[in-house]
């Protein structure tokens, strides 16, 4: 089982996201996504998205939003992967050269259309509703197969 992170840094209706291409066996090669990682030993959640966010794109944020949790059955080696969401609004500083992709600000709008997981422009736009979703998504062979998803005001 693995704990990580999935984090949104907001900002004038754009979203940060990261191109990953730059690391060898990546599960998630070639996809955008939003910054975050595995939770370290004795780390929080919050803890986890405020380093991860920092160490990927240099920003240090404040006040992370969580807005869900995310269940992967199998998702990668036949590990499942749970995963808190959260939205960050308040941050500082500036983007550096990240070793995991390329990171580029993008239109809200136009996040539907990047090559994201299949199942990502399902939860995407509850990001900026109240409350919180807990979903689950089951992939094989890196397709969605399945999901389910349930929103608590």
Same mark, same amino acid.
Request: hydrophobic letters at 35%.
């Given at each position: 089982m693995k704990l990580a992170t999935l984090c949104y840094v907001r900002r004038d209706g754009q979203t940060l996201m990261i191109?990953?291409?730059?690391?060898?066996?990546?599960?998630?090669q070639g996809k955008w996504n939003g910054l975050g990682g595995k939770l370290n030993p004795g780390e929080s959640p919050e803890e986890c998205a405020v380093r991860e966010i920092y160490e990927e794109s240099g920003l240090r944020?404040?006040?992370?939003q969580l807005k869900g949790f995310?269940?992967? &059955?199998?998702?990668?080696?036949? @590990?499942?992967?749970?995963? $808190?969401?959260?939205?960050?609004k308040d941050f500082e500083g500036k983007l550096?050269?990240?070793p995991e992709g390329d990171l580029?600000?993008?239109d809200d709008t136009e996040? &539907?259309?990047?090559?994201?997981? @299949?199942?990502?422009?399902? $939860?995407l736009p509850w990001l900026e509703k109240p409350g919180v979703f807990s979903g689950k998504f089951i992939y094989?062979?890196?397709?969605?197969?399945?999901?389910?998803i349930v929103y608590h005001e």
């Amino acid at each position: 089982m693995k704990l990580a992170t999935l984090c949104y840094v907001r900002r004038d209706g754009q979203t940060l996201m990261i191109h990953r291409v730059k690391k060898a066996n990546d599960m998630h090669q070639g996809k955008w996504n939003g910054l975050g990682g595995k939770l370290n030993p004795g780390e929080s959640p919050e803890e986890c998205a405020v380093r991860e966010i920092y160490e990927e794109s240099g920003l240090r944020v404040r006040d992370p939003q969580l807005k869900g949790f995310l269940t992967f &059955p199998a998702f990668a080696k036949d @590990e499942d992967w749970y995963v $808190f969401v959260y939205v960050v609004k308040d941050f500082e500083g500036k983007l550096i050269d990240s070793p995991e992709g390329d990171l580029r600000w993008v239109d809200d709008t136009e996040l &539907p259309s990047l090559n994201l997981w @299949e199942g990502d422009p399902i $939860f995407l736009p509850w990001l900026e509703k109240p409350g919180v979703f807990s979903g689950k998504f089951i992939y094989k062979d890196g397709r969605l197969i399945s999901h389910e998803i349930v929103y608590h005001e």
